[in-house]
């Protein structure tokens, strides 16, 4: 059971709820975080100064003496991969999660569970599986709903840290029905709203919606093909992020440069890349003319996660973190 709950944390205090009250302890000091949790408790909240994510894990063993520690974590960096390599290339960059797919090059559908399977073999960040059952909307068929619910409880059964979904009806709202059996399905796994949200007629409504089920992160553009042409409704949305509401996470067209004018312009701290580079096949006989999929594309390029550009965008989130705590000392 949790001994806390955290409200609020500034440079000059933390308020958090204990045993039906609200408490105040001034000048908050992260080697003195009143937490006291028997697994992992974690809280999102808006503030003056800045916002801010805690992450607090304390572990304990049976003669009830602490082990481990607790880490703060404010700003994300997610790398959406579709391969071994990109996953292991994404580690190395520096990324803090991993978002799962398979054939990113259209936009990501479901990964088969051989692929999760080897990537959280090979690579220790938490993984957060997109479950797209096809290309196109999100508006799904009876079957396409039952495949995708059937996809959350395989992936959670095994060992995913959350799952990316997203169901809208044929008016562009969020499907309630299918978005609560899936959360249901979810049981205690992390759900992101994925960018069914860009296509949706009403995101404002749609971020109270995902609020209402319980949805951890939305990932959105600002419903713009590029994150930067979407900025004015970013920043509202991220100046809507408070406890209990889902944590925004800018995606589509992030980059190194792109991360630090949002840094500077707004309250997002979640950040979503794939960071591709495109690798040539190392095959020596080739076969031109003969198209696999859509003829425009090249069958001998491959598209890879590049750790350099993640290290990099890494980089800037560093920056801005560091002073951040910089200034609230």
């Known amino acids: 059971m949790w001994r806390s709950l955290f409200l609020r944390i500034s440079s000059r ?56 520690a607790w880490a703060m974590e404010k700003y994300i960096l997610e790398c959406c991969v579709d391969s071994v390599e990109s996953a ?25 569970l051989a692929l999760f399977e080897q990537v959280k073999t090979c690579c220790d960040l938490p993984i957060r599986v997109l479950l ?3 290309f196109g909307d999100f508006l799904y068929t009876d079957y396409e709903f039952a495949i995708i619910k059937r996809e959350v409880a395989l992936f959670r059964e095994a060992g995913a840290e959350g799952v ?31 960018r069914a949200f860009d296509v949706c007629a009403d995101p404002i409504e749609t971020y109270r919606l995902a609020g209402e089920l319980g949805i951890d992160t939305i990932l959105t ?13 970013l920043k509202q949305l991220g100046e809507m992020q408070k406890a209990g509401m889902p944590r925004v996470m800018a995606g589509a067209g992030v980059m190194p440069d792109v991360i630090r004018q949002f840094c500077e312009q707004t309250n997002i701290t979640s950040y979503h890349l794939s960071a591709k580079k495109v690798l040539c096949s190392g ?20 598209f890879q996660t590049d750790s350099e550009v993640v290290a990099e965008a890494k980089k800037v989130l560093l920056e801005y973190e560091k002073a951040e705590k910089t200034q609230s000392n």
């Open 13 to 68: 205090e933390i308020i958090f709820y204990e045993k039906g009250k609200y408490i105040v302890r001034k000048c908050f000091k992260p080697d003195n975080l009143p937490c006291a949790a028997a697994d992992i408790m974690e809280h999102c909240g808006t503030v003056p100064d800045y916002f801010l994510e805690i992450r607090a894990k304390r572990y304990y063993n049976g003669n009830g003496k602490r082990k481990g």
């Open 88 to 112: 292991l290339a994404a580690a190395e960059g520096g990324a803090d999660r991993l978002e799962l797919c398979a054939a990113l090059v259209i936009g990501g559908i479901s990964p088969g």
């Open 132 to 134: 797209r059952p096809r």
């Open 164 to 194: 990316v979904i997203g169901c809208l009806d044929a008016d562009g709202a969020l499907n309630m029905e299918q978005m609560r059996e899936l959360m249901a399905e979810a049981g205690g796994m992390k759900v992101t709203l994925h």
């Open 221 to 233: 553009s600002g419903q713009k093909r590029e994150c930067l042409m979407g900025l004015p409704l």
């Open 283 to 302: 095959m020596l006989y080739r076969k031109e003319d003969v198209p696999m999929g859509l003829p425009v594309m090249d069958e001998y390029s491959i």
